[in-house]
């Protein structure tokens, strides 16, 4: 996705887009603090019933998204390039349980 350009870091570009109406799957960092930075991201994706899951690093988060810079959230949008792939990870986020 990101050889693609097909992702959005950063909880003001995410915001910005779930309200427009993109979809795609949700990856939080766990170790961002303080959490009243992106506590309302969750509560967006499950109004619109989009996957989400959380990861433990945003440093890891970052680098994977192939940013230098640490992100605490990321939107991975779906492409042709990788759509089986982006359907596997779906079915995975998906049949995560919900955080309590």
């Known amino acids: 996705a990101a050889r693609q350009k097909q992702i959005r870091r950063g909880v003001k570009e995410v915001q910005k887009f779930i309200n427009k109406g993109e979809k795609g ?15 309302h991201i969750p509560i967006m994706c499950e109004d619109r019933s989009l996957p989400y899951a959380y990861v ?3 440093a890891d988060l ?6 230098k ?6 939107m991975i949008k779906p492409h042709e390039e ?13 049949a995560l349980p919900l955080p309590l």
Request: hydrophobic residues 35%; proline residues 7%.
């Open 62 to 67: 970052g680098a994977a998204a192939g940013s």
């Open 56 to 58: 433990p690093s945003k």
């Open 69 to 74: 810079r640490p992100t605490c959230v990321i």
């Open 82 to 94: 990788y759509q089986e792939t982006y359907d596997e990870c779906l079915e995975e986020v998906e």
């Open 25 to 39: 799957i949700m990856v939080l960092a766990g170790d961002t603090l303080p959490i009243d930075v992106y506590c």
